[in-house]
């Protein structure tokens, strides 16, 4: 079993639509939680950190279940431009970090 | 505007040819890290460092070694190529902190061995 499993999906909706993306993971003693984007044939880039209070920024909510174990990624209203692969990162307390294999996500008019 | 550096975008060597990659960051970062990105397996940990010559094993470091003599540069070196280590290296840094903090991917280098 992978350390942390995400749906690789796709997911392909319409603009507009609400997505969510569910990542888990298996080390109880994991600390720090985030989600990365990563455009085609690009760089990963800090999306957002997710916190065990839940974390908003725009249209994007993230959410953190510590007793599940389990994190997750809202976006809103999709656009275009939202259209990436989403990485769920999952460190552990030696700062050490671990990626899921990404979620990706196509927008369409 | 913060950075990573890395010295190939394309590299293209012949198995067995032992094989630099090299890694610099401009934000003065303690720890900086070297995965690799393959279809279907997503980004996995090679080797990471919290310090100046020191250096830990990640996930799969087998045929690979790393070298950090100076704060701002991490190499990463394949001993002798071979055709599996065909794949794309992404390396990244981040700041000191417990739980770890925001990494800073470089651009990655596409290797192909043939």
């Known amino acids: 079993r992978k350390e942390v499993e995400q749906d690789p999906g796709p997911f392909n909706v319409p603009e507009g639509a609400t997505v969510a993306f569910n990542c888990t993971y298996s080390?109880?003693?994991?600390?720090?939680f985030f989600w990365y984007r990563q455009d085609c044939r690009k760089e990963p880039k800090l999306l957002m950190s997710?916190?065990?209070s839940g974390n908003e920024d725009g249209r994007f909510t993230a959410q953190l279940n510590r007793a599940s174990q389990y994190i997750s990624l809202l976006i809103r209203d999709s656009k275009l431009s939202d259209s990436a692969t989403y990485l769920c990162v999952v460190n552990t307390n030696a700062g050490k970090s671990t990626f899921g294999d990404g979620t990706t996500l196509t927008v369409k008019p | 505007d913060v950075k990573v550096t890395q010295s190939s975008r394309y590299l293209v060597k012949r198995t067995g040819e032992k094989v630099f990659l090299e890694c610099v960051q401009d934000m003065d970062h303690e720890n900086m890290f070297w995965y690799r990105q393959d279809p279907g397996l997503g980004l996995r940990l090679i080797y990471f460092s919290y310090d100046v010559k020191m250096k830990e094993k990640g996930d799969i470091p087998e045929g690979y070694s790393v070298s950090r003599e100076k704060k701002e540069r991490f190499s990463l070196i394949l001993e002798s190529a071979s055709t599996n280590q065909t794949s794309m290296y992404l390396c990244?840094?981040?700041?000191?902190?417990?739980?770890?903090?925001?990494?800073?991917f470089g651009p990655g280098t596409r290797l192909t061995v043939l």
């Open positions: 080390n109880s003693a994991s600390q720090s």
């Open positions: 990244a840094s981040s700041q000191a902190g417990q739980g770890g903090n925001e990494q800073f």
């Open positions: 997710v916190y065990s």
